[in-house]
């Protein structure tokens, strides 16, 4: 068994029905399950490290930590339910976030990430919080899509028209951008010029 073997039996959950699906590269895919649990190890950390500032009286940071420890459980929860195996709960709800699509699980992280920067910015919280924001950023790129090929575009800028105008055919590239377009005001050319 290989080392990418390894960490991919690793990566991945009993009965795993491949929620990203086939278009996914697989280093995008197990990377960004990676990515989470490492985000959600560093949140709970400096998390942590929040709540311990409240030796400075500075109960929003106290707040923001506790948020951030929170938000690192879930994810780790989410990402990584074989660490959780004494909570019975904790498979059914990873496998009901797996049969989500890739955007809620990219718009949880994210909306779950923001709050403690905006609450107590400092260094732990932008890395801690940075971390699962980043997750979230990943997944929602997997959720979009893989870019079409060169020949799809062009095929597809081809198709379109320029200005809602379906009738008329341009042949400037130009052309078509305003098809309505009239001056205010007719002018000619400036027949002096003060340089000369």
């Given at each position: 068994m290989s080392?990418?073997?390894k960490i991919t039996s690793l990566l991945a959950r009993p009965n795993?029905?491949?929620p990203v699906g086939p278009e996914q590269p697989w280093y995008l895919k197990y990377g960004s399950r990676l990515l989470g649990i490492v985000a959600a190890f560093f949140a709970i950390l400096f998390g942590l490290w929040?709540?311990?500032?409240?030796?400075?009286?500075s109960v929003s940071c106290l707040v923001a930590g506790i948020i951030q420890m929170v938000a690192g459980f879930v994810v780790m929860v989410l990402e990584a339910p074989c660490c959780f195996v004494c909570i019975e709960q904790?498979?059914?709800?990873a496998d009901k976030v797996d049969s989500k699509p890739m955007y809620f699980r990219a718009g949880l992280y994210i909306a779950m990430a923001t709050p403690p920067i905006f609450m107590c910015f400092g260094?732990?919280?932008?890395f801690g919080s940075g971390l699962i924001f980043a997750t979230g950023v990943v997944y929602g790129m997997m959720a979009l899509g893989k870019k079409a090929s060169a020949e799809d575009m062009r095929a597809a800028a081809a198709q379109q028209t320029y200005g809602?105008?379906?009738?008329?055919q341009t042949t400037n590239d130009r052309a078509g951008i305003v098809n309505n377009a009239q001056p205010f005001s007719f002018t000619g050319a400036v027949g002096t010029?003060?340089?000369v």
């Open positions: 080392f990418a073997e795993q029905q491949d929040n709540v311990l500032s409240i030796i400075t009286l904790v498979n059914g709800i260094l732990a919280s932008l809602g105008n379906t009738s008329a010029d003060s340089n």
